[in-house]
C-alpha cells in the first residue's frame, strides 16, 4: 500500500506555549489551593509543554486527517475525510491575547458524547485556512464519489429493463397463483 499524499503538514505557533503556561497558571492561581501547584507548574510547565508541542502533529492527506498528540499516553487518530462533519473553530479570550485559534473535529456517529467533539487542536500556524483546506478537500472527495457512482451505474436500454421487469411480474404472478391454490387444498 502507498503512502498517501500528504496536502498539509500543519505547523504550530510558538506562542502555544505562553498560551498553555498562561492560562493553566491563571485557572490554578483563581483557587487558593492552587496557589503553590501554579508556583510548581511554572518550574515544570516548560518542559511538559516543549514534550507536549514535539509529540504533536496535524496533517492533512487525500482522504483522511491524522492527529498525534500526548505526553504519557500517546494517542494518533487517522480520521476519514468522508466522516467529518464541521472543523468547529474557537478562540477564547486568553487565546485571542496571544493571538491564537483552535479548532474541534466533529465526525458523523463520533463517541464523544453530546456537544462533544473526537480532537480539539489548539495553535495551528493559519488555522482558518487549515480549516478551510480539510473542507474543501472533504468535498471534492465527496464528489468524486458520487460521479464515480453515478458513471459505475449500468447503462441498460428501456426494453431490456422492462423485459426484466416483465419477467419477474409473471414469476410474481405464478407463485401467488401456486400459494391460492395451495390455500384452497388446505
Avoid at 13 to 29: A, F, G, H, N, P
Avoid at 77 to 88: N, V
Avoid at 116 to 128: F, P, Q, R, T, W
Avoid at 160 to 174: C, F, P, Q, S, Y
Amino acid at each position: 500500500m502507498s503512502e498517501p499524499t500528504v496536502l498539509w503538514d500543519a505547523t504550530f505557533d510558538k506562542r502555544v506555549k505562553s498560551y498553555y503556561l498562561c492560562s493553566t497558571s491563571l485557572v490554578l492561581c483563581i483557587t487558593i489551593v492552587g496557589i503553590p501547584l501554579a508556583l510548581i507548574y511554572i518550574l515544570i510547565g516548560n518542559w511538559l509543554i516543549d514534550k507536549h508541542l514535539r509529540n504533536l502533529g496535524c496533517t492533512l492527506n487525500q482522504r483522511t486527517l491524522e492527529i498525534k498528540k500526548g505526553i504519557l499516553n500517546k494517542t494518533e487518530s487517522t480520521i476519514p475525510l468522508e466522516k467529518i462533519t464541521d472543523l468547529q473553530m474557537f478562540q477564547g479570550p486568553i487565546m485571542r491575547h496571544f493571538g491564537l485559534r483552535g479548532f474541534k473535529v466533529e465526525t458523523a456517529g463520533q463517541s464523544s458524547g453530546p456537544g462533544g467533539s473526537l480532537v480539539n487542536i489548539i495553535g495551528i500556524v493559519d488555522a482558518v485556512e487549515f480549516r478551510r483546506a480539510v473542507l474543501d478537500q472533504r468535498d471534492k472527495l465527496a464528489n468524486s464519489h458520487a460521479s464515480q457512482s453515478q458513471s459505475a451505474a449500468p447503462a441498460t436500454s428501456g426494453t431490456i429493463a422492462n423485459n426484466d421487469i416483465g419477467e419477474t411480474l409473471v414469476e410474481i404472478r405464478d407463485l401467488l397463483a401456486r400459494i391460492e391454490s395451495k390455500m384452497d387444498d388446505s
